[in-house]
């Protein structure tokens, strides 16, 4: 693999929380011929991790085709730094033939360029759902930087039979034709949501194209899910959604409970959005008799409101002993959002599952969590 020279989208945090380093490159296969693509994304959540080093949530997506990968893990590296050193990522998700994907993606360094790797495993015997989504209407944020890198797009709609439809898009890479967009997104329905993530293309025409999003996992019924969603607009303020989603058959799940403590809030501000990092220290206290304990890195990007709404993606990594789980949810302001467990390392490599959250007092919260090992789910 090659990457290309990366792009700093900065923020006007003086500690540079919420700076954004967007890098891309091309995948080849091992006879030299080019097979997809690689875009990486790193968020600055905390300054001053360990000695002069930051620590940044990172996004991968993998393309090939109409088939699509995602990764994510917490990058330590010194400000600024393009990664440097071999590192590795939950697999969250993906499209096409990576439908329901978890495991871990490998990025590493070698003499000549990068090796991208993967472990995963694949669920079948997918389940089908349709949803019409209504009364689409988004709020624009322009961008003066080539290519209008770091551009912001919120996007609300209500789902026919009760429900939403919350997303957010930002601008990460400029083509002749087209922007590339990271966008994440929720469908929330009567009987539970359904997070999606997913690498689009938006064209300078104008015209709604329909497009495929990652399903990483749900709450409710949709808890532990796995799949993909097809978008296709049938106006500017209408679309349909056809949800392919694997549902895990077998399994307890464990439930630990984990009390964080904060240390203190940053913020820091975007084009078009609001970013809030926070860190803290973790102790909990799970079905094994133990008493895990660690750290946390989060972030929340709060977006322009559409109308009287305003959307927020959160993303995150809970670094507890024997590994770390990955989260992330996308929501409204001032309402409660469960978070989807996306996946882990070591321990936790492949899990699913959500983090529900309990204000105990002011800088504490508790984390109720629900989680499969290893592709391994609830009955049903």
Known sequence: MRLADSVIIPSDSHVHVGDVTVTQGSVSDYSGGKIGTFTLTETVVDPKYAG????????ATFVSGSNALFGETLVIAKHRDRPQASWYMAVVGGIGNYRSATGNMTLMRMKRGWRLAFDLTLESTPLRQNVQVVGLASTDTASDRPGGLGATTATTGSVQGGGAFLASAVTVARGDTANSRTTDASITLPNGTVLLRGLLLDKRDGKPAAASYAILGGTGEYLGVRGDARIVPQSPTRTKIALTYTRLSDGKPESPTITATTKGPIEGRVIGAIVSAEVGTLN???????????KYDLIQTTFLPVGDISVMTVAGRYELSGGSLIVGGVGIVGEETQMVILGGTSEYAGSRGTATFTQIRRGVVRINLTLWRGGVGPVG
């Open 284 to 294: 909990g206290k799970d079905d094994r008799h133990r008493t895990p304990t660690g």
């Open 52 to 59: 002069d080093n930051e620590a940044r949530i990172a996004r």
